[in-house]
């Protein structure tokens, strides 16, 4: 086992992985950058260490300030959480030249499926169900318009190094393909230094559902279930959910089995998530998270495990203890993600918590750095907090989620707490009646409308 873990992250994150790593008796290490000095994980951990001003750049990918710090503190792994350098290739290698270990997986798994199209072809290798698309990236016009005309429109113009909705753009019609893919590889280079893209079949109504697994990297892996992240906004995710509404145990069994059994054979090590699209029966991968998710709450919620304690002692070399039969699901559970953010513009609020209340009782959890005091940073994404329930039935926690929402309290800035109160109480969340685009319908129909 690891002696010391520097924790290469901030906010609820970097909270969650020093509380892993102390239940297990390890020292922590906390980074922070200038903007991040009164942060609860700098005031928690063993040791910390400034890397750097606000900028991202500047700090949390900064390399050499992170390798500096494990020199210092004498740090022999680095917990990179999500977000930052958590699908970094490189940064993994880098760390194994310093004789430092990555809590996460093998830098070749991370660069396979960090390449939207390479990840697409090894998926479909494993025996993994794939959307109708072009074989690897479109290198002209006239080669994306065959593809296009043999999968049939719309279809969906991706960034092959994309990620977040970003260099994704829609193609009704031949009309629209060549602006489609102009636009989509003018995002893709500005945002990831690279513009290549590839075609996929548009799907009208899908599901956004994702498969947990872990592996050990020796031949051993399951999956932990499944959770809906169908509620999203500029596709991304605003509320999860597991068990998915939209599934029967059978479905449910059988994708999470071809998950698990393509990452034996790739000898996949440490927590991973394969995402699919679900229309008519049928799931479509469109590709894996090679790090843990902001949602991994929810299938802890429902399988009673701790996934950060099980990336840092696969890390450590120990195996997948348990086979498939050893997972078992309880109830369901639901998590929102807080934002400092105008519920229904949407525009961040960072500032100076004034007062906060978070939720408690049975089924209630809250993971957040927050704290009241605390001032909001305008450089990093805006999470408060998620805010996760758990319940017998489906219905049990969704009232109980209605009832958590109405107790949270957070003054001095803006929060979305306004549109899950809002979400919560409508028929079509209810009863599980949404897809990808149903939220942003919602929103464009007036559903938050609060006189702003």
């Keep these: 086992m690891f002696d010391k873990i520097l924790i290469a992250n901030r906010g609820e994150i970097a909270l969650r992985i020093l509380r892993a790593a102390k239940e297990l008796g390890i020292a922590t290490v906390a980074v922070y950058s200038t903007a991040d000095a009164d942060a609860m994980h700098v005031r928690l951990a063993d040791e910390s260490v400034c890397i750097g001003p606000p900028s991202a750049r500047d700090s949390y990918l900064n390399v050499p300030a992170l390798l500096a710090a494990c020199e210092i503190t004498g740090a022999d792994a680095i917990h990179p959480g999500y977000g930052f350098l958590s699908e970094n290739a490189r940064f993994a290698e880098i760390l194994a030249e310093h004789s430092i270990a990555f809590i996460g997986p093998k830098p070749e798994h991370i660069r396979i499926m960090g390449d939207k199209i390479e990840a697409k072809r090894t998926a479909r290798r494993l025996g993994i169900p794939c959307v109708p698309g072009s074989e690897g990236g479109v290198s002209d016009e006239a080669e994306a318009q065959r593809v296009a005309a043999d999968i049939g429109y719309p279809v969906l113009v991706k960034a092959a190094a994309g990620g977040g909705g970003r260099g994704m753009k829609v193609a009704r019609s031949k009309d629209d393909l060549l602006h489609a893919i102009q636009t989509a590889k003018t995002e893709a280079k500005a945002a990831f230094g690279d513009d290549a893209v590839y075609l996929e079949k548009y799907l009208e109504k899908p599901r956004h559902i994702e498969v947990q697994i872990l592996g050990d990297g020796q031949g051993g892996a399951v999956h932990l279930g499944e959770r809906d992240c169908s509620l999203q906004r500029r596709h991304q995710k605003v509320l999860e959910e597991s068990p998915s509404p939209a599934l029967n145990d059978t479905q449910r069994a059988e994708i999470g089995e071809i998950c698990a059994s393509a990452m034996r054979e790739l000898r996949y090590a440490g927590a991973g998530t394969i995402e699919f699209l679900f229309e008519d029966g ?132 803006d929060t979305t707490l306004p549109l899950f109160r809002t979400l919560v109480r409508n028929a079509d969340v209810q009863n599980g009646l949404y897809d990808i685009h149903w939220l942003e319908q919602f929103l464009a129909t007036g559903g938050m409308d609060l006189n702003s």
Excluded: W
Aim: proline share 6%.
């Design 282 to 413: 049928k799931f479509y991968f469109i590709e894996m998270n090679t790090r843990i998710q902001v949602e991994h709450p929810v299938t802890e919620m429902i399988t009673g495990l701790d996934l950060v304690t099980a990336q840092i002692r696969i890390a450590a070399g120990s195996p997948v203890s348990m086979i498939q039969e050893d997972v078992k699901f309880f109830g369901h559970a639901i998590e929102c993600r807080v934002n400092a953010e105008h519920p229904s513009t949407f525009r961040p609020s960072p500032g100076r918590i004034s007062y906060y209340h978070p939720p408690g009782g049975v089924g209630v959890r809250v993971d957040s750095a927050v704290y009241q005091g605390y001032k909001i940073p305008s450089n990093y994404d805006s999470l408060v907090g998620k805010l996760i329930v758990h319940g017998r039935t489906r219905n049990e926690a969704l009232m109980r989620l209605r009832r958590a929402l109405d107790e949270f309290i957070v003054d001095g800035v």
